[in-house]
């Protein structure tokens, strides 16, 4: 399984960017990259997911270099409402998504 | 669309007694997974499934945990007997293919807590 390090937990105030960086050093040709978010009392929740270079969506942009052994998940102009734990997985050869600690986000007004 | 569907929403029981815990995923999804999240964690997969067949159990403790997916719709995941360290919230999802580009669809979980 490919193992990925991400920070334990991040600070940020209400209208800034937030980028979380992923290293997954030993990521295979095939995997993809994914992030969830997960609320207190809720399941993780698909944001985004990608394979290289850039890929950007209504909720967040991922980034990845051309080594693929990092990845960059940027949320812009978060609210409130973007606190939650966020988790880089990345798909093994048999697809198995694996979690790890995630990165907590913290909001502040 | 429904999404994945989970009940109970909340469980307690004694340690040494039995609970199982239910999931109906997405129509359509032929992958579904069972994950154990303990306060904290992050999620962990104990069994995946592609229709009605176990694609990975590797670290679902089989000598108290069981699950199984009749006819390739619904699940059930039991437990017996329970532990102390089995309270975490179960947590189900689905998606269309073993590489679904876009990703699992998770349901809100059952909190287990064993006393």
């Known amino acids: 399984l490919a193992k990925t390090t991400q920070p334990i937990s991040m600070d940020s105030y209400e209208g800034q960017e937030v980028n979380i960086t992923c290293s997954h050093n030993?990521?295979?040709?095939?995997?993809?990259i994914t992030w969830y978010q997960q609320f207190p009392s809720q399941g993780p929740r698909f944001i985004i997911q990608g394979y290289k270079t850039k890929v950007t969506n209504e909720v967040a942009s991922l980034f990845i270099p051309a080594d693929r052994k990092s990845s960059t998940l940027s949320l812009p102009r978060v609210s409130l409402s973007d606190t939650a734990v966020y988790y880089c997985l990345v798909g093994d050869k048999d697809y198995k998504l694996s979690f790890g600690a995630g990165t907590t986000v913290t909001v502040r007004a | 669309e429904a999404g994945v569907a989970q009940s109970p929403r909340y469980k307690i029981i004694e340690k040494r007694q039995s609970v199982a815990f239910w999931c109906n995923p997405i129509s359509g999804h032929a992958t579904l997974y069972w994950y154990q999240q303990i306060l904290g964690q992050g999620p962990k997969l104990l069994i995946q499934?592609?229709?009605?067949?176990?694609?990975?159990d590797s670290q679902l403790p089989k000598d108290r945990f069981s699950a199984e997916r009749l006819k390739g719709v619904d699940s059930t995941l039991k437990i017996q007997p329970a532990k102390l360290e089995d309270s975490a919230v179960y947590l189900c999802a689905s998606s269309l293919a073993l590489s679904d580009p876009y990703g699992y669809t998770f349901g809100s979980g059952t909190r287990l807590t064993v006393v």
């Open positions: 030993n990521i295979a040709t095939n995997d993809y």
């Open positions: 499934f592609q229709n009605n067949g176990v694609v990975d």
